[in-house]
């Protein structure tokens, strides 16, 4: 019984200017919380073209490559920036996703978790945004569906921003369950209940500033459970962003580091149930290191747990 972990050191070579939340920092504090601990590691592969055209169109992967910059940094929007590494590295985040569901779908591993940036979940069709390029999990849900066969996906996003990208990305798939939590208003101001896609296969739910851990909890046991078990995934895919921790500086939900244990807990639990435990999470936000380290390594030991 196996958790895999994927990741790659091109990851720290996507590079963003001074003060940027979005840090090479991050990684170089989660990763060393992982250390020791019972995980088949492997690293990352490069996401080929055709992986990525699973949910780009090759216009937005042109776009991409012609705009990482030779030498310095380049800024694509206010928020999002490139350097001479970036490109590779996003292509590690989601060739580790693809991999990590190559994995979990085989059998190689019970579940996985892809300590890759830059993220991905706000990455839309033809724009990358919000400190992502590449819609990391909707790639890999697409890749479930059209080359594994699977008939049924369902991701769960518990960044604290709400994950524009891909619900753009994936909410005309009936095939595709999307579940996301996100405080409300913040960036990036989408993500109101009243969206529930074409296929009425979008679950947005908006949360209050100041929002606890207990109220987390009942959302997650009331409401995103249920619809998770009368969809019946054949795979669970996490987008795992701990920026919803209480000391994160870029929101205000009041979650603490066990109430991401509990959450991961609980959707391992259900997987279990419905999808023989099979669940892949992806790194998303989180940009307190101390809260993301602790809370990732977490989130990881609730997958140690669920594999046994």
């Known amino acids: 019984m196996t958790t895999a972990l994927l990741t790659h050191p091109d990851c720290l070579n996507h590079l963003t200017p001074e003060g940027h939340p979005e840090r090479v920092a991050r990684l170089e504090a989660l990763l060393p919380r992982l250390e020791g601990k019972d995980l088949l590691r492997v690293r990352a592969p490069l996401a080929a073209d055709d992986d990525l055209l699973l949910a780009h169109p090759q216009d937005h992967l042109d776009a ?73 999990v909707a790639i890999a849900a697409k890749h479930a569906l059209e080359r594994h066969g699977l008939e049924r996906v369902a991701i769960v996003d518990f960044d604290v921003h709400h994950g524009n990208g891909t619900q753009d990305l994936v909410q005309s798939d009936g095939r595709i369950l999307f579940v996301s939590t996100h405080q409300m208003p913040l960036y990036p101001g989408t993500g109101a209940p009243s969206e529930t896609g074409p296929a009425g296969t ?98 990881v030991d609730a997958l140690i747990a669920a594999a046994r």
């Open 64 to 136: 991409i490559k012609a705009a990482e910059p030779e030498r310095g940094i380049r800024q694509l929007d206010p928020d999002t920036w490139m350097s001479p590494g970036s490109l590779q590295a996003a292509l590690r985040a989601a060739g580790g996703a693809v991999r990590a569901v190559d994995m979990v779908l085989s059998g190689e591993a019970d579940n996985a978790f892809v300590a890759c940036r830059p993220p991905g979940h706000h990455a839309e069709t033809r724009a990358p945004m919000g400190f992502c390029l590449f819609g990391t």
């Open 202 to 299: 979008v679950l947005n739910i908006a949360l209050d500033e100041g929002t606890t851990g207990e109220v987390y909890r009942r959302i997650l046991t009331d409401t995103i459970l249920p619809r998770l078990r009368a969809f019946r995934p054949e795979l669970l895919i996490l987008s795992a962003g701990f920026d919803a921790h209480a000391n994160d500086p870029l929101a205000g939900l009041s979650l603490e580091t066990a109430d991401f244990a509990f959450v991961t807990e609980e959707l391992c639990r259900m997987a279990a149930e419905v999808c023989e435990g099979r669940v892949v999470s992806c790194l998303e936000g989180g940009y307190d290191l101390d809260a993301l380290a602790e809370s990732g390594e977490a989130h």
